[in-house]
């Protein structure tokens, strides 16, 4: 059996073994995933070295509606990709928590604590803990600016898998930064979560924050 990851939506996956080195279509997200051969399939069972990227298949953003379909996989154990939980919510940061469609909540550096979205837009997380979600699969990002004089950059987006039943009930807590005690593993970000970056950046700053900008 072969066990992977979407690329593009970080659904656990799995396929039989006559897929090796083929494409499937994620049944989350519906994008083609580049499925190991047998020797890398193996190498990524067995994955327990200080390698981090071994094993792991490339992106690809084209959808192949001829590739088959490979089915979710719930109980395939993460591989992590560099991972390091951030300890602290930073200032010269802004937050973003996604499901696979959009923003969830959101922390800027404004004194206003987590908004969480509702129908209506955004309100204080502390305030309407029954508008917070219980479950569901969310993705943790970090926005970095950097002021540099009068002019601001965007130097770092990071992002992490943030899973769990209840997990975003952390939001509610006096300290903002409890909510990374669910933060589990980095991972890179989707097309759709790249969107909602950019939307995000666009909405508080100027359009020069993209000059020499990290690609991301």
């Known amino acids: ?6 690329p593009h939506c970080n659904e656990r996956l799995k396929a039989p073994d006559h897929l090796a080195g083929k ?18 399939n193996r190498a990524v069972q067995g994955i327990r070295t200080s390698s981090p990227l071994a094993g792991l298949p490339q ?5 192949d509606p001829k590739a088959p379909t490979i089915t979710q996989d719930p109980n395939a154990q993460a591989v992590a990709v560099e991972f390091k939980r951030p300890e602290i919510l930073r200032r010269n940061c802004h937050y973003l928590i996604c499901n696979s469609r959009d923003v969830v909540a959101r922390l800027d550096d404004d004194g206003k604590g987590w908004m969480v979205q509702i129908k209506d837009g955004f ?3 502390i305030q309407n803990p029954k508008q917070i979600p219980t479950m569901g ?6 926005i970095e600016v950097t002021k540099e004089g009068a002019h601001q950059r965007l130097t770092g987006v990071q992002g992490f898998t943030l899973p769990g039943t209840f997990v975003l009930n952390k939001l509610t807590k006096k300290n903002e930064s ?6 589990e593993a980095k991972i890179e970000l989707n097309d759709r979560q ?9 909405a508080n ?4 924050i993209w000059d020499d900008a990290i690609d991301f």
């Open 137 to 142: 699969n969310y993705v943790f990002i970090e």
């Open 59 to 63: 992106q690809e953003s084209n959808n």
């Open 178 to 183: 409890t909510i990374l005690e669910g933060v």
């Open 194 to 202: 790249r969107a909602l970056v950019k939307q995000r950046i666009n």
């Open 205 to 208: 700053y100027l359009p020069n």
């Open 123 to 125: 309100v204080k997380a």
């Open 23 to 40: 494409k499937g279509r994620c049944p989350a997200c519906a994008a083609a995933v580049p499925l190991p051969d047998a020797d890398e």
């Open 1 to 6: 059996m072969i066990r992977t990851r979407c």
